[in-house]
């Protein structure tokens, strides 16, 4: 597929577009995949839904503590804000989100889905209205990431009427947050809405030396115009959205003694260490009914991202001031030399902790920090026809959906070399741009996918199907912004991944789901390098009746080749947007949900929600390749999947008050497949509380506790180093809707 068919198809879909001329389907129906929790019980298979009355419970601005409650879905956490989360479900790689359909708006939002998946953008979670997980079989209509499966977040919708909200918040660590929005649905069928959402902090952590924050700064700026009249053929929605963030965040983490003399601290060598980003995205959606059973819609986007992360990367301890390459001693290799007591090129240990804590100057031009520069765009066209129809006694609801897609990502990134004098970093030589990296990687997508929900008697059968044909290419260049041809790999892909779910009603309550399905992960580039593939299964039972909602499902992803690509922030010994095969591997486990009413007393009632995830993942083979994967031998666990997690929440709501408690325990993980003894996370359990009361019809007000015991531990050990959780924050706030 060539780029030029991008254009192409966008001239034909809006001409097929002009031909028809009936009642539309709303353009706003098409944000979502389920919509709404009843339809995501009606899914065959697991699907969940957690929506705007949910949401209100915490009010919670990080993804991370939202999507704890649903089970299968795993989290490595990196900043402690969700501001670029590390996301897996039914345990696919956490890094960077790569592994998952993420979607805002039932779009797709990582800044390069194909070319580059790792997600350094994540919508920001405090403007949304809704999040849903879709898994099983189902996933195939979202791709292309189809193992685990796919996240969509809702923004807010323009009003019915016309009406609006504001909150305030502020919290500990100089954190507030704003969030604002207005909007309407007028009789002639114009509605709009505008919506601003500002989020500060100065963060938890304390950088040695410095009166610097490790906080953030994002603002948030969304508008949306939709034209749909009760007697017209037509809807029309426009988004238009833009976010800049500024966060003073660091890939370097602490050894064990130091995390465990005081977890939030930060070196002073990370001073410097700053990601700021621009994004913006643009979406065009129609969509109408050509008859009563039969509806179209054509969905044109367009997202633009731009991010420099200014961060150290590494060390020159032998004297070769070379720029270039400082990864044979990056912080990752000091710290592993520290924590394992191992002198690192002739540095002994006490050297080396010398150098972290500022008490030894080092040489000139000793010291790497990388302008990771990066621009970024995500742009296509998606249409899908939609067919309800009954024949005989069996219904059909059809899908048919069609994505043209191209993205890239372009580095033009710098090295520059430090020294560290009396505890303060002095800059040597700022370096050649492009000195760091100076590469364009590019993906053009052709996605077709077919779905059919059948219904009849007892029964509910979903066939489906998706066709991938991928174009990945990779350009290198020299001579910095003069860009001198050096070299170009490529690596095409197709792909047909068939599915099918299938659910039985026993009774009104109680329904068995099945399903098989071929899940697919799109490969990196490197041309030796094999697609991800696995066949997925899942059986389970639903139980749901007006007091009690109960799912147990059970799953098993058995993999043909597991694919690792290295990353910065992978923290391996690897070149960056390589990647590699990980041959066989098996992930199975047992997803869990119960939602019921525990009592009644005195007009208060008792809400009751626990989720369990188990999961046991293991490699099937020997891997010689180590770069990526590190000395994997079979049986050993995929990094950064925990084997128990679970979430259980207890509440007293009463009319005009409610309190929550909710407790999260995730097991400790090994973040390499050898996991030796400083390749473990701690296990975690953490304590959230919030309470609301409504002051009046338009005002209520809020407070919450996260972390409430201060639980402090290793969460992460990536990119260099032990990482803490946040610590315990008090948050009050305000809402007034109008």
């Known amino acids: 597929m060539k780029k030029s068919t991008l254009a192409t198809a966008i001239s034909f879909v809006i001409l097929a577009n002009s031909a028809f001329a009936h009642s539309p389907k709303a353009a706003d129906e098409t944000v979502t995949i389920y919509g709404n929790t009843t339809n995501a019980q009606a899914a065959t298979g697991a699907a969940q839904y957690i929506g705007e009355e949910e949401l209100a419970k915490f009010v919670y601005s990080d993804i991370q503590r939202v999507i704890r409650q649903i089970p299968g879905v795993s989290v490595q956490v990196e900043d402690g804000y969700g501001l670029r989360p590390n996301i897996s479900i039914r345990g696919v790689a956490t890094e960077r989100s790569g592994r998952i359909t993420l979607l805002e708006d039932n779009i797709l939002i990582a800044p390069a889905p194909y070319s580059a998946p790792s997600a350094y953008y994540f919508p920001t979670m405090g403007r949304m209205s809704a999040v849903e997980v879709v898994k099983g079989p189902a996933a195939i209509t979202q791709g292309p990431y189809t193992i685990g499966g796919a996240l969509n977040m809702v923004s807010t919708p323009i009003p019915e009427t016309q009406g609006g909200q504001v909150t305030l918040e502020a919290a500990q660590d100089a954190t507030y947050r ?102 913006s995205q643009v979406i065009l959606r129609y969509g109408y009914e050509i008859n009563q059973n039969m509806n179209f819609t054509t969905t044109i986007y367009n997202n633009q991202h731009e991010r420099n992360w200014f961060k150290t990367e590494g060390i020159d301890l032998d004297g070769s001031e070379n720029a270039q390459d400082f990864s044979s001693s990056s912080w990752s290799n000091v710290i592993s030399a520290i924590n394992n007591n191992e002198s690192l090129n002739g540095l002994s240990v006490s050297q080396l902790q010398g150098i972290l804590d500022g008490d030894i100057d080092t040489a000139q031009g000793s010291i790497q920090i990388r302008s990771n520069a990066r ?88 066939p489906g199907i998706r066709f991938e044909d991928i174009e990945q290419q990779r350009t290198r260049f020299n001579d910095g912004e003069t860009r001198t041809f050096r070299d170009d790999r490529e690596n095409n892909t197709q792909v047909v991944l068939p599915g099918l779910g299938a659910l039985y009603s026993i009774d009104e309550s109680f329904t068995l789901v099945a399903g098989a399905h071929k899940g697919f992960t799109a490969p990196s580039n490197s041309p030796d390098v094999r697609e991800e593939e696995a066949i997925n299964y899942e059986f389970g039972f639903r139980y749901a009746n007006n007091n009690l909602n109960a799912e147990a499902i059970y799953f098993l992803s058995d993999y043909d080749n597991l694919l690792g690509e290295c990353t910065a922030s992978s923290g391996s010994d690897c070149e960056i947007g390589d990647a590699f095969n990980g041959d ?155």
């Open 375 to 462: 621009e970024y765009f995500s742009r296509g066209i998606q249409f899908g026809l939609y067919w309800d129809k009954t024949v005989g006694e069996v219904k059909h609801q059809l899908e048919v959906g069609v994505r043209l897609h191209e993205d890239e990502e372009d580095r033009l990134q710098r090295n520059s070399t430090y020294q560290q004098i009396n505890g303060q970093l002095q800059l040597n030589d700022l370096g050649e741009l492009g000195n760091a990296g100076n590469r364009v990687q590019e993906a053009q997508a052709l996605a077709v996918h077919i779905y059919d929900r059948i219904e009849f008697g007892n029964w509910v059968l979903t």
């Open 584 to 738: 066989a591997a098996t992930v199975q486990g047992i997803e869990f949900v119960l939602k019921t009413e525990l009592t009644e007393f005195n007009g208060i009632t008792v809400p009751f929600n626990m989720t369990y995830t188990y999961i046991d993942s293991e490699f099937d083979t020997d891997i010689a390749d180590t770069a990526f994967f590190g000395d994997v031998s079979a049986g050993d666990s995929i990094p950064y999947i925990p084997e128990n997690q679970g979430q259980v929440s207890l509440g007293l709501e009463a009319n005009n008050w409610s309190a929550y408690i909710n407790g999260v325990y995730v097991d400790e993980v090994c973040v390499r497949a050898s996991c030796a003894e400083f390749e473990k996370t701690d296990g975690s359990f953490t304590v959230d509380i919030s309470g609301n009361y409504q002051l009046s019809n338009d005002l209520k007000l809020f407070a919450r506790i996260e972390n409430l015991t201060d639980e402090q531990d290793i969460v992460s050990r990536q990119p260099y180093g032990a990482r803490p959780n946040k610590t315990r924050t008090f948050s009050v706030g305000a809402q007034y809707s109008f």
């Open 178 to 279: 704003l969030h604002a929005n207005l909007g309407d649905k007028l009789d002639n069928g114009f509605g709009y809405l505008i919506e601003a959402h500002q989020w500060q902090s100065d963060g938890f952590q304390d950088i040695d030396r410095s009166d610097s924050n490790t906080g953030l700064d994002v603002t948030d700026l969304t508008a949306k115009l939709a034209y749909a009249p009760t007697d017209s053929a037509h809807s029309v929605e426009l988004k238009l959205q833009v976010t800049d963030q500024d966060s003073e965040q660091s890939y370097l983490g602490l050894t064990d003694e130091d995390f465990r003399q005081n977890s939030t601290r930060r070196y002073g060598l990370s001073e410097l260490d700053n990601i700021s980003t621009e994004h």
